[in-house]
Structure formats: C-alpha cells, structure tokens
C-alpha cells in the first residue's frame, strides 16, 4: 500500500508541528522573565570601572560578539593583562589570580538566557549590521554589576527587524528577515 506512507508522513509532521507548538507556548509563559535580572557574582569586577571610567572597549573582552554567535565571558589571563600589575594588594584581584593558577575558570553568574528554541548570533549584528551593544544591552558602561535591560522579547527583536529596512547604522547588506524560519529552526 504505497499511498499510505506520504499520508502517515504528514500525519506525523502535522503531530510535529502540534507538539512544537505547544512546547512554545508553555516555554512562552517562562520567558521574558529575565528582565531586571542582575546576579551577585564571585568577583565584584565592575563595567563602571572597566568600560566607563577606563574606557576600555567592549570588544577587548567580548572578542567572540564580533567573530561568532557568542559574545563570551573573557578567560581570567585577559584580567591578568593588566592585572599582573594594577591593584595587586587587592582581595578581589587575588581571587583573579588564584583562577589563573589553579586553571579553574571563574564561574560568572549568566545574566542572559535565551530559549533554546530561539536562534541569535552576535556577529550578523555587532560586525555585519553595525549595531551597538548598548541597543540591545543598555548603559552596560554605567553598570557596577551587569543587569539585562531590554525584554529581549520576540516582540523586541521583530520591530527592529521590520524597520530595519534602513538598517540602524545603514552598514547592513540585507534587510533582516521576518521570517519565522529566520529564529525559529
Ligand atoms: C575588562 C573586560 C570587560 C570589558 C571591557 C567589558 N566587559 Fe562585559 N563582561 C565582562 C565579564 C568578566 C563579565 C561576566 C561578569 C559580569 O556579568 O559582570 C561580563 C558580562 C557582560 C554581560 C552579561 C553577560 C551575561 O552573562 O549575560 C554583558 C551584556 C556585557 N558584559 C556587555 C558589555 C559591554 C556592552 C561592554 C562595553 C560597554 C563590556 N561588556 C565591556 C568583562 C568585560
Ligand atoms: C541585537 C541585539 C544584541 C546586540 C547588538 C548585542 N547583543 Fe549581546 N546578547 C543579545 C542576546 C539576545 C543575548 C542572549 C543570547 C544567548 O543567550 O545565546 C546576548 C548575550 C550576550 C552575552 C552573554 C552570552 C554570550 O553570548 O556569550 C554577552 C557577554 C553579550 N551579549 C555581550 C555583547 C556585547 C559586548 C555586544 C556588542 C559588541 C553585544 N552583546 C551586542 C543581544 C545582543
Ligand atoms: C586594560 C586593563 C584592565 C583589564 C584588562 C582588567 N582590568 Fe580590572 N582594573 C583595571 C584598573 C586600572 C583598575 C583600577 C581602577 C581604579 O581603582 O581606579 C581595575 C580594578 C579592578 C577591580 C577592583 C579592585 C579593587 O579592589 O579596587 C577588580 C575586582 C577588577 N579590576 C577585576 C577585573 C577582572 C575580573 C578583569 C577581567 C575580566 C579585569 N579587571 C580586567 C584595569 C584592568
Ligand atoms: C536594532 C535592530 C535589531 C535588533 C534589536 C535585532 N536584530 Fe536581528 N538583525 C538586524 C539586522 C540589521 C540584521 C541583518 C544583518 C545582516 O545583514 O546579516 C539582522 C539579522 C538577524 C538574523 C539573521 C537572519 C536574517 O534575517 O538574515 C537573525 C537570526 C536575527 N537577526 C535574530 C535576531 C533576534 C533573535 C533578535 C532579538 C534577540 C534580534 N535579531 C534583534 C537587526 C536587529
Ligand atoms: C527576529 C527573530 C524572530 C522571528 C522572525 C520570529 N520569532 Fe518567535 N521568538 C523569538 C524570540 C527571541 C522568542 C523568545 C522570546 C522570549 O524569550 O520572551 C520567540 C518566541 C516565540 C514563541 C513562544 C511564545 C512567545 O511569544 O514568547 C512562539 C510560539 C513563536 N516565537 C512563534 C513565532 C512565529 C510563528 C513566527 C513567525 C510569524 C516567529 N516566532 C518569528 C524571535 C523571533
């Protein structure tokens, strides 16, 4: 009975789709609730100090936003480059220090958590659209410890994508989809 099995296949692709979305729709009563979230960390390293009052640029810690999908937390040996020198007296560096030696890598607390059901990647914005961190992110520079700003909402993400015809910065090849294959595999 050949004719049965494209019939089966789309029963089950129909089932699929079903149970996707509903999936997506519990996991929506989770979400969007990080909004405000802002965690102790295991060393008080403030963004105030580092981005605002030295200026040093996002990128020399986040050099991931730039090349892939991940910003990243930068390792300890990037804390060391200077910290091998400045402020060697204080408790908060030593712990730097005892991380780099010992190999175990600081365990930061993650401020951001995105579902897994939804796709980003930092490089398409940061390096082919121009867009700042400050658009998605906030004043981080003005922060004595990271909290998330914006909702980070689907909401969020497609308004910009629909006005971005023009893209923010005029840097960006393409227009951004609206598609929901474009986030959602
Ligand atoms: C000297 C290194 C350094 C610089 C410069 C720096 N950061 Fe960070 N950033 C960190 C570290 C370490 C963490 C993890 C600890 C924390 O959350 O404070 C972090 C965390 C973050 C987070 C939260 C990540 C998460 O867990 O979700 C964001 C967002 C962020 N940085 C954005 C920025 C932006 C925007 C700039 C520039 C204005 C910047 N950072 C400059 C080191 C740096
Ligand atoms: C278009 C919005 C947008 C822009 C622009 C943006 N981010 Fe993010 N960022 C996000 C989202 C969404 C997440 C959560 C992604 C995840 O958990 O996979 C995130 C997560 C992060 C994280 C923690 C998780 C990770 O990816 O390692 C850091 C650190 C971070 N961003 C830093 C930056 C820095 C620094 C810049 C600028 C160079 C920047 N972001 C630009 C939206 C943005
Ligand atoms: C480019 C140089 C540079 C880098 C890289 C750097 N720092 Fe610093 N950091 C400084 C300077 C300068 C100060 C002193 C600011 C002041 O007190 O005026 C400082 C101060 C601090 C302090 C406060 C120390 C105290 O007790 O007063 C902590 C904690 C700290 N940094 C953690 C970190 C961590 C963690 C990293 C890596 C994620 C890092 N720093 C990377 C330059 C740097
Ligand atoms: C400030 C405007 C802005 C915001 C906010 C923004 N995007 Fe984008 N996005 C863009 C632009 C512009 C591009 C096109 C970049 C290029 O040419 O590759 C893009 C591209 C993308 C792409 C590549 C697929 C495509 O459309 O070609 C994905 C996936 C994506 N964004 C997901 C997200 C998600 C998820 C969020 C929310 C966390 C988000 N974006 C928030 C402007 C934005
Ligand atoms: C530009 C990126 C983007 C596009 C395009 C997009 N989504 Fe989303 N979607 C997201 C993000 C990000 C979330 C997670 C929101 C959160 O964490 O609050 C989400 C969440 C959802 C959810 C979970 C419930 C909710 O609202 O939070 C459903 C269902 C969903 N999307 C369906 C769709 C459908 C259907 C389309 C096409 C019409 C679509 N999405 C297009 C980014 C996108």
Known sequence: MGFDYPFRGRVAGL????VTLAALLLAGCNVGSQQGYEPEQPIAYSHAVHAGQRQIDCLYCHFGAERSRHAGVPPAQVCMN???QVKRDSPEVQKIEAAVDSGTPI???RVHRFPD???????RHVAVAGIQCQSCHGPVETMTRVRQVGSMSMGFCVD??????QP???LAPS????DCTACHF
């Not at 089932?15 to 079903?18: E, H």
């Not at 910009?160 to 015809?165: A, D, E, L, M, T």
């Open 15 to 18: 089932t699929l789709v079903c």
């Open 82 to 84: 200077c910290h091998s």
């Open 107 to 109: 365990a930061w607390t």
């Open 117 to 123: 059901f939804a796709y980003f990647d930092h490089s």
């Open 160 to 165: 910009c994508h629909r006005k971005s015809g």
């Open 168 to 170: 923010v910065t005029g």
């Open 175 to 178: 227009a951004p989809s609206t």
